[in-house]
């Protein structure tokens, strides 16, 4: 059990040194206590949003709000949905997927 704490403890002292304006997904990730399983489903549900995505551009969609959608009913309940697609984009996963579901956002 200690030394879960003592991984706790060098855990949160990390985070306090992570840039948040150049980092927020890392960050969030920490703070909020992410499992490596967690972190990995997400992982996979982005690469999975992602060629669903390249699919539906190639067929000519333009609105891609049903993979917002599909992404904010999947996460994990642990992040938020729309400041984790901010984090996201600003870390650069999925930069055009994110640009999508940014735009959708402020509509």
Do not use: C, W
Not at 35 to 64: A, V
């Amino acid at each position: 059990m200690e030394h879960n704490e003592t991984m706790n403890l060098y855990l949160q002292l990390l985070s306090k040194t992570i840039d948040i304006n150049q980092y927020p997904f890392t960050k969030m990730v920490i703070e909020n206590n992410m499992t490596k399983g967690e972190y990995d489903k997400l992982l996979r549900l982005l690469e999975r949003l992602h060629q669903q995505y390249m699919t539906q551009k190639e067929e000519g969609f333009l609105d891609f709000s049903s993979l917002l959608i599909q992404f904010a009913g999947m996460l994990n309940e642990k992040l938020d949905p729309n400041r984790t697609v901010y984090a996201l984009k600003k870390e650069g996963y999925y930069p055009s997927l994110m640009e999508e579901f940014i735009d959708v956002l402020e509509r």
